[in-house]
């Protein structure tokens, strides 16, 4: 058994294709193939059920690939010990965000990252936070900026900042009129919240069961800019976090902004990384450099 071999296996894991797993690991698809027949003899056991139109790893062959990455990853772990030993800042940094964070974080720090890391190569994975979570676990993502809380005692978690979250209503709607609000005054409201799957859905339903609001029924939407889009229509209203109705996104017209008196809703953004991660001196440099989000950004923005 080589690590060569288990790199093979993981492609098909992936690519659940003989043909695109070849592509990807750059060998011929006989190759590919013979190389996991082999595999199967040596640990005597069937890796892969063979269909004409797909390929599914067995049971065993599920525990075996993902005990596989996990070996691969601690492997280049190893490379990046004595990589980062040479030179800190430089080489490979594979982030994850989440959809309702990256778009609207990523153009207010990368210039300065770009300034303080030179020759840092920082590949940006944008994904939803069980996808990132688990690209992390297995070494395909080298951190993640995600909102907490998270629950993996195997995760260093550090903080970087709070979010407010604003109420967004139509220029028609009886608030519109409104500079601020009160959390108690969304009672018996019926927001407009993201499908499953998006950590800003929980959020936004934490905020109901503080406010005594609830979710409309009937839709759900699949990105922020659709929830934007639905109130600008008048449909009705929503949670937009403050980051995501800052310069350079354009303000509709047809949409009123209203921050929370008091103590506002928000989400607490962290930087993650596993607790054994080689990178973990310079990660810290990191989410320090994520720390830095100008303050004004995290305030209301000034409407003319």
């Known amino acids: 058994m080589n690590l060569r071999d288990l790199k093979y296996l993981l492609a098909l894991a992936d690519h659940k294709?003989?043909?695109?797993?070849?592509?990807?690991?750059?060998?011929?698809?006989?190759?590919?193939?013979?190389?996991?027949?082999?595999l199967e003899e040596e640990l005597g056991v069937s890796l892969v059920e063979r269909a004409p139109r797909r390929v599914m790893l067995t049971p065993?062959?599920?525990?075996?690939?993902?005990?596989?990455?996990?070996?691969?990853?601690?492997?280049?772990?190893?490379?990046?010990?004595?990589?980062?030993?040479?030179?800190?800042?430089?080489?490979t940094v594979r982030l994850g965000l989440f959809p309702t964070l990256a778009p609207y974080l990523l153009?207010?720090?990368?210039?300065?990252?770009?300034?303080?890391?030179?020759?840092?190569?920082?590949?940006?994975v944008e994904e939803k936070t069980d996808q990132i979570l688990a690209r992390l676990r297995d070494g395909r993502l080298?951190?993640?900026?995600?909102?907490?809380?998270?629950?993996?005692?195997q995760l260093h978690v550090e903080p970087l900042f709070d979010e407010p979250f604003l109420l967004a209503v139509p220029r028609g709607h009886a608030m519109a009129t409104q500079d601020?609000?009160?959390?108690?005054?969304?009672?018996?409201?019926?927001?407009?919240?993201?499908?499953?799957?998006?950590?800003?859905?929980?959020?936004?339903?934490?905020?109901?069961r503080m406010?005594?609001?609830?979710?409309?029924?009937?839709?759900?939407?699949?990105?922020?800019?659709?929830?934007?889009?639905?109130?600008?229509?008048g449909v009705g209203i929503t949670l937009l976090p403050v980051l995501a109705v800052q310069p350079p996104v354009p303000l509709s017209p047809d949409i009123a902004l209203l921050?929370?008196?008091?103590?506002?809703?928000?989400?607490?953004?962290?930087m993650v990384w596993r607790k054994s991660s080689a990178m973990d001196a310079f990660l810290r440099q990191l989410a320090d450099a994520f720390r830095q989000v100008p303050a004004e950004l995290l305030q209301p923005p000034k409407v003319a």
Not at 116 to 122: D, G, S, V
Not at 218 to 228: C, I, K, P, Q
């Open 211 to 233: 406010s005594g609001a609830d979710e409309r029924d009937g839709f759900r939407a699949t990105s922020l800019e659709t929830l934007r889009q639905m109130v600008a229509s």
């Open 142 to 153: 080298d951190a993640g900026i995600l909102a907490l809380p998270l629950h993996d005692d």
């Open 17 to 38: 294709h003989f043909g695109r797993a070849a592509a990807a690991s750059f060998v011929s698809q006989p190759t590919l193939s013979t190389q996991i027949k082999k």
């Open 180 to 208: 601020s609000l009160e959390l108690g005054q969304l009672d018996d409201q019926h927001l407009l919240l993201l499908e499953e799957g998006h950590c800003l859905r929980d959020q936004a339903l934490d905020v109901c």
């Open 60 to 91: 065993i062959g599920r525990d075996i690939a993902e005990r596989a990455r996990r070996v691969i990853a601690e492997v280049d772990q190893m490379a990046e010990v004595a990589r980062r030993s040479q030179d800190p800042e430089a080489g």
């Open 107 to 124: 153009p207010h720090v990368l210039p300065d990252l770009r300034q303080r890391f030179p020759r840092l190569e920082l590949l940006l």
């Open 259 to 270: 921050p929370f008196r008091g103590q506002p809703p928000h989400r607490q953004i962290a």
